[in-house]
């Protein structure tokens, strides 16, 4: 079964730091390139960040950009995003999702994980 | 950067219903617009790719149509698993992805 599964979220002070973490299974993983996107309580859908399937290519939202890290390990299969300098307005649910060509959009998401920022 | 528009923004339906929904790209997308479906407390899930093109499992009373700036989603005959939030997603600016702000579809 095709399935990726985040983990990491919790609960930081504002400025503070968090890194989420996705598994991926039942695909081979460095075949694809991955997102991380969120959404804010009762608010509608973000991306965050992309990464190229050998990560020689990434990008940023331009609201996170400076402060968060995606990365990957193939050998792993394994997708991760490094925040710091978190905000209150960083407080979303972070969702890992595969693909990311222009035509096929992003098929496979996992469920989520909650990150809240607060004091 | 290309913003995403959505019309309307909820809509009340009943089970049987035909609905459509809108969804207009601030320039010009050819045929990169996806389709996401997402219900409470749940991943979105892919509707519909590239405008029109079905997506593997999706029951076929979905289909999407348009280009360029202007596209629509059509539910020909809604079901009760069918209550939820709809989400335009422009991929033409890969990988700077862009959603739009989302139609609620509930139970009239």
Redesign the interface.
């Known amino acids: 079964e095709v399935q990726l599964v985040e983990s990491g979220g919790g609960l930081v002070q504002p400025g503070g730091a968090l890194r989420l973490s996705c598994a991926a299974s039942g695909f081979t993983f460095s075949s694809y390139s991955m997102n991380w996107v969120r959404q804010a309580p009762g608010k509608g859908l973000e991306w965050v960040s992309y990464t190229s399937s050998s990560s020689g290519t990434i990008y940023y939202a331009d609201s996170v950009k400076g402060r968060f890290t995606i990365s990957r390990d193939n050998a792993k299969n394994s997708l991760y995003l490094q925040m710091n300098s978190l905000r209150d307005e960083d407080t979303a649910v972070y969702y890992c999702a595969r693909g990311g060509s222009a035509t096929y959009g992003m098929d496979v998401w996992g469920q989520g994980t909650t990150v809240t920022v607060s004091s | 950067d290309i913003q995403m528009t959505q019309s309307p923004s909820s809509l009340s339906a009943s089970v049987g219903d035909r609905v459509t929904i809108t969804c207009r790209a601030s320039q010009t997308i050819s045929s990169?617009l996806?389709w996401?479906q997402?219900k409470p407390g749940?991943?979105?899930?892919?509707l519909i790719?590239?405008a029109s093109s079905l997506?593997s499992g999706v029951p076929s009373r979905f289909s999407g149509s348009g280009s360029g700036t202007d596209f629509t989603l059509t539910i020909s005959s809604l079901q009760p698993e069918d209550f939820a939030t709809y989400?335009c997603?422009q991929?033409?600016s890969?990988?700077?992805?862009?959603?739009?702000?989302?139609t609620k579809v509930d139970i009239k």
């Open positions: 990169y996806n996401y997402q749940k991943a979105p899930k892919l790719y590239a997506q989400y997603q991929s033409y890969t990988p700077r992805f862009t959603f739009g702000p989302g």
